[in-house]
């Protein structure tokens, strides 16, 4: 296990580019990442399916700021991502972008996102992959950008299950009170949207009308369920 210990901002851009990984001794699990301040582009273009799937669940995240592209464009297995401290962070531009993401990867459990969040789920290839998850627990307030963040994922499909989970994206942002029908939770203005053919169920039409006209926020979906 290397020592990281001693280093200040570490930088781990790259680090694993382009590779294949396994590890059947689970040693990476042990890897003390809180130093670390940019892992942008680590697993870029990496097959690291044969990892095992809590290979990095305990990293300690709590330093870093950049996770663009941290995973994009590669191979890898059901992560559970949940216990990653992740209030630093500024930039999950394309954090999970390509090929589409694994059903199991989990992310929900995240308290926060910040700055700019474009294409973090999105698919390249044509199709839509099995990903459906609710990330309504994250705190948006400092979000500067959702551009195409779902595209082609599960999610994105029409379905009564995905329409579901779109509303309780959209009511765990807000912290949505029926009762004043006003938010509960700080909001960033002027956000873009993208859920392609989803669409937004009555229980959370409310909430989605009021990020349109008060906050100015932009959305592309499949209308609202009548």
Not at 5 to 14: D, M, Q
Not at 27 to 49: E, G, R, V
Not at 185 to 192: A, K
């Amino acid at each position: 296990t290397p020592d990281f210990s001693n280093l200040v901002n570490t930088v781990g851009r790259y680090m694993f580019t382009k590779v294949t990984l396994t590890n059947s001794s689970d040693s990476m699990k042990n890897w003390d990442m809180s130093n670390f301040t940019n892992l942008n582009n680590m697993f870029l273009n990496a097959n690291i399916s044969g990892m095992p799937n809590d290979f990095c669940s305990t990293w300690d995240m709590s330093n870093n700021i950049s996770f663009a592209s941290m995973f994009a464009g590669g191979a890898y297995p059901n992560m559970n991502l949940n216990s990653w401290d992740t209030t630093s962070g500024t930039n999950f531009s394309q954090m999970f972008s390509g090929s589409g993401m694994n059903a199991g990867v989990q992310v929900g459990g995240w308290s926060k996102v910040s700055g700019n969040c474009a294409q973090i789920f999105y698919k390249s290839t044509s199709g839509n992959s099995n990903y459906v998850e609710n990330v309504g627990g994250w705190d948006i307030s400092g979000v500067t950008s959702f551009n195409f963040a779902w595209v082609r994922q599960g999610i994105n499909s029409n379905n009564v299950a995905n329409q579901t989970v779109y509303g309780q994206i959209l009511r765990g942002w807000t912290g949505w009170d029926d009762a004043t029908s006003l938010p509960t939770r700080s909001l960033p203005s002027n956000v873009t949207m993208y859920m392609q053919t989803t669409q937004c169920p009555v229980v959370a039409q409310d909430a989605k009308n009021y990020l349109i006209t008060t906050l100015g926020w932009t959305f592309t979906d499949g209308g609202n369920v009548p």
